[in-house]
T-cell receptor, first 115, second 117 residues
Framework: AQSVTQLGSHVSVSEGALVLLRCNYSSSVPPYLFWYVQYPNQGLQLLLKYTTGATLVKGINGFEAEFKKSETSFHLTKPSAHMSDAAEYFCAVSAGGTSYGKLTFGQGTILTVHP | ETGVTQTPRHLVMGMTNKKSLKCEQHLGHNAMYWYKQSAKKPLELMFVYNFKEQTENNSVPSRFSPECPNSSHLFLHLHTLQPEDSALYLC????????????????FGPGTRLLVL
């Protein structure tokens, strides 16, 4: 079984400040990890993903995430927040095997950016 | 049209109605998914289709009935729903490349917001 925990359902930062959204996962096999973003009234859009190889993954819009196996974490960061980053962010895990692309999502973190 | 489209975008229905949600992907993908997004709950996978065959049913009640006539289209037929079924229903698709399918990005549609009265 696999699971995802996102610490903090709401995160608020000032424009220009560091963004840190936390994600911890549980998986019995090496995981594939994803971050998606959802803007109001839209579907989910992939920000970045980790499959194999380099543990620091860069995504769109200046976001990056680091896979830390020892901490079972995949936290999302951005050095400088922009007003357009305000959205809901979802961490997800896919554990491979015969689960046919079964993504397990965290409960989401709403990011608010203040001027 | 590009990407994944869903119709209708909004739907209000009574508990005795029958309605259908439609999803179409223009990405040439082989796998399609239905998710339910309820307030204050994580996204829940409902069904997975791979090359038109259902490969996952996540213990979904029978009042939800999926149909996948081809790799580009996915339907969710609804009948005798309950108010707790009110949610955003998201469709997604991904390429199935054999052993690497779990690494594949899922592309989501904008969703259908369903209200059951």
């Amino acid at each position: 079984a696999q699971s995802v925990t996102q610490l903090g359902s709401h995160v608020s930062v000032s424009e220009g400040a560091l963004v840190l959204l936390r994600c911890n996962y549980s998986s019995s096999v090496p995981p594939y990890l994803f971050w998606y973003v959802q803007y109001p009234n839209q579907g989910l859009q992939l920000l970045l993903k980790y499959t194999t190889g380099a543990t620091l993954v860069k995504g769109i819009n200046g976001f990056e995430a680091e896979f830390k196996k020892s901490e079972t974490s995949f936290h999302l960061t951005k050095p400088s927040a922009h007003m357009s980053d305000a959205a809901e962010y979802f961490c997800a895990v896919s554990a491979g095997g015969t689960s046919y692309g079964k993504l397990t999502f965290g409960q989401g973190t709403i990011l608010t950016v203040h001027p | 049209e590009t990407g994944v489209t869903q119709t209708p975008r909004h739907l209000v229905m009574g508990m005795t109605n029958k309605k259908s949600l439609k999803c179409e992907q223009h990405l040439g993908h082989n796998a399609m998914y239905w998710y339910k997004q309820s307030a204050k709950k994580p996204l829940e996978l409902m069904f997975v289709y791979n090359f038109k065959e259902q490969t996952e049913n996540n213990s979904v009640p029978s009042r939800f009935s999926p149909e996948c006539p081809n790799s580009s289209h996915l339907f969710l037929h609804l009948h005798t729903l309950q108010p707790e079924d009110s949610a955003l229903y998201l469709c997604a698709s991904s390429q199935d490349r054999g052993q690497s399918y779990n690494q594949e990005t899922q592309y989501f549609g904008p969703g259908t917001r369903l209200l059951v009265l």
